[in-house]
């Protein structure tokens, strides 16, 4: 499996290859429902990412936020 950034850059291929007016009409219906299936799979992967780093800022998943105890001062 391709890792987000090289699928994303196969998607900006296609976009290219759509726009291309030296490209058969088939193709580009070919290339254009390629790119908008990735594009949804790239946007679900995204959505992911998101709730991940939404999770870190804020705290776990049941909504509770911790403060990290870093003990660096402890009796200070």
Same mark, same amino acid.
């Given at each position: 499996?391709?890792?987000? %950034?090289?699928? +994303? %850059?196969? +998607? %900006? @291929? +296609?976009?290219?290859? #759509?726009?291309? *007016?030296?490209?058969?009409? *088939?193709?580009?219906?070919? /290339?254009?429902? !390629?790119? #908008?299936?990735? /594009?949804?799979?790239? !946007? @679900?992967?995204? &959505? @992911? =990412? &998101?709730?991940? =780093? !939404? =999770? $870190?800022?804020?705290?776990?998943?049941?909504?509770? #936020? %911790? @403060?990290?105890? $870093? !003990? +660096?001062?402890?009796? /200070?």
């Amino acid at each position: 499996m391709k890792n987000f %950034e090289e699928r +994303l %850059e196969h +998607l %900006e @291929k +296609l976009g290219e290859q #759509v726009r291309r *007016s030296d490209v058969p009409l *088939s193709d580009a219906l070919a /290339a254009f429902e !390629e790119g #908008v299936k990735l /594009a949804r799979s790239l !946007e @679900k992967e995204l &959505e @992911k =990412i &998101e709730g991940r =780093i !939404e =999770i $870190l800022v804020n705290g776990d998943d049941t909504g509770k #936020v %911790e @403060k990290p105890e $870093l !003990e +660096l001062f402890n009796g /200070a």
